[in-house]
């Protein structure tokens, strides 16, 4: 019996990366998983990857900016029950200094982290499990810590930090859990190829960290794991971060 037998989870932007590893994890450990990502081709093939291990899943295809098709796809996962875990993971990133990036571009991150981490929120309330059900976030460092050509992704990861809190506050009484996981360098994510560039880059990015390497998607789905289980049961409002210690900066004087 896994840590997750029986219980419904939903995972927004599961096809790929850190959530479809998040995905398959809870599914490895019993949960029935119910995908939603925006394309239905790229939903179906990652559905498949997942039932090939002889795991339950399904998906519906939906874009988080879209409340009522996230409302449309929370409905169709509640049809197996109550739901008891949900992961909102869908992101979109790119390098751009403020001075040169459109108005336009930047509302298209705030619209998919930020937004679209409330109306998965707001979305599954209904039909989350009380007590007992857990939401997850995912957030980010720069959340916490300033970094140039990134005031889109800090601006909305800090929103995102501070919706998990409120959330915590709100729902806490109805025994639902608000917690987020922010990730720092994570290996053989498409992230950081885009935010690295270059393998030289990257590996001044690994030398940058107190543990000197990037993070696995194992390490992040583990966290994940931790946080919606009975061993986090009296967590929420929590940021934890997996990230090597990104967060801390150096701590050098010189």
């Known amino acids: 019996m896994g840590r997750f037998e029986d219980r419904n989870a939903i995972v927004f932007g599961g096809t790929s990366g850190i959530n479809l590893e998040i995905a398959t994890r809870l ?11 925006r394309s239905q081709e790229k939903v179906d093939s990652a559905v498949s ?11 519906h295809a939906a874009d988080v900016r879209d409340y009522e098709a996230v409302d449309a796809a929370v409905k169709a996962a509640a049809e197996e029950g109550a739901i008891d875990i949900v ?3 869908a992101a979109g990133n790119f390098l751009a200094p403020a001075a040169d ?3 336009n571009a930047f509302r298209t991150v705030i619209d998919i982290d930020l ?9 599954s309330f209904a039909a989350m499990r009380k007590p007992g059900a857990s939401f997850i976030a995912i957030s980010a460092p720069q959340a916490e810590k300033p970094m140039t050509s990134q005031a889109h992704a800090c601006a909305a990861k800090a929103g995102i930090n501070m919706l998990v809190k409120c959330l915590a506050l709100e729902w806490g009484e109805q025994g639902i859990r608000v917690n987020a996981i922010s990730p720092g360098p994570i290996d053989d994510t498409e992230g950081m190829r885009r935010l690295a560039g270059s393998d030289a880059a990257a590996q001044a990015i ?4 107190p543990l000197k390497r990037y993070g696995t998607k194992q390490d992040v789905a583990d966290a994940a794991c931790f946080l919606a289980s009975q061993e986090g049961a009296y967590i929420t409002g ?10 801390l900066g150096t701590g050098r004087l010189v």
């Open 49 to 59: 990857r997942i039932r090939s291990s002889g795991y339950s899943a399904a998906g």
């Open 238 to 247: 929590t940021i934890l971060n997996v990230d090597g210690g990104t967060s």
């Open 101 to 103: 990036i459109s108005s």
């Open 87 to 89: 992961v909102s993971g």
């Open 115 to 123: 937004v679209g981490t409330f109306n998965t929120a707001r979305a």
């Open 206 to 209: 690994a030398d940058a960290l």
């Open 27 to 37: 599914a490895a450990e019993g949960a029935r998983i119910f995908l939603v990502s």
